[in-house]
């Protein structure tokens, strides 16, 4: 009797599992953007391809010392600024000290919401620490916004998956 009442239930505790997101092949797929083409003023997209609605610019860049550290020459400072963007949660985009090849020589992320001003016009500095700065040409931002990249299905089976930003662009990579 005990075995009958534990095959009876089988199909049950089957389809709960399978709503639940317990089985290992539950349609968790992961996907990459293509990275987007970078230039100095950018409309910064989702991972769809689609425009976020915000506009993301180098205002201008030189090279100096970092005040911080001036032994070690020579560094990109660069100004940007996000149009459309909020102060709290906006998006974040690669930036990139490159050659006259676009060729990057160093890039790090900068996000809307460490930049400051009114109106939706939020501008901000950084720098970019470059092996050579005088192989610099430009600085030029990438479109994709990094500002968000979720769990993957390899981390998490059941609320893993979608679409994820491109790889970070870095040092040797052709924009």
């Known amino acids: 009797m005990f075995p009958a009442r534990i095959l009876a239930g089988a199909p049950v505790v089957l389809v709960i599992f399978a709503l ?52 070690e020459g020579d560094q990109v400072h660069f100004r ?30 900068v996000y809307s919401s460490q930049a400051f001003g009114p109106d939706g016009a939020l501008t901000g500095d950084d720098w970019l620490a470059v092996e050579h700065p005088e192989q610099v040409a430009g600085v030029l931002l990438i479109p994709n916004d990094q500002s968000y990249d979720g769990r993957t299905c390899e981390q998490d089976i059941k609320d893993g998956g979608g679409p994820h930003p491109p790889e970070p662009a870095s040092r040797g990579d052709q924009l």
């Open 20 to 71: 639940s997101g317990c089985s290992s092949h539950w349609g968790c797929t992961d996907t990459t953007a293509e990275r987007g083409e970078a230039g100095v003023r950018v409309q910064v997209e989702d991972t769809s391809g689609r425009p976020f609605g915000v506009t993301a610019e180098v205002v201008d860049w030189r090279l100096e010392p970092h005040p911080q550290a001036p032994s």
């Open 80 to 109: 940007y600024r996000f149009d459309g963007a909020d102060e709290i949660s906006g998006p974040a985009v690669d930036a990139c000290a490159v050659d006259r090849e676009r060729v990057a020589l160093g890039c790090q992320t």
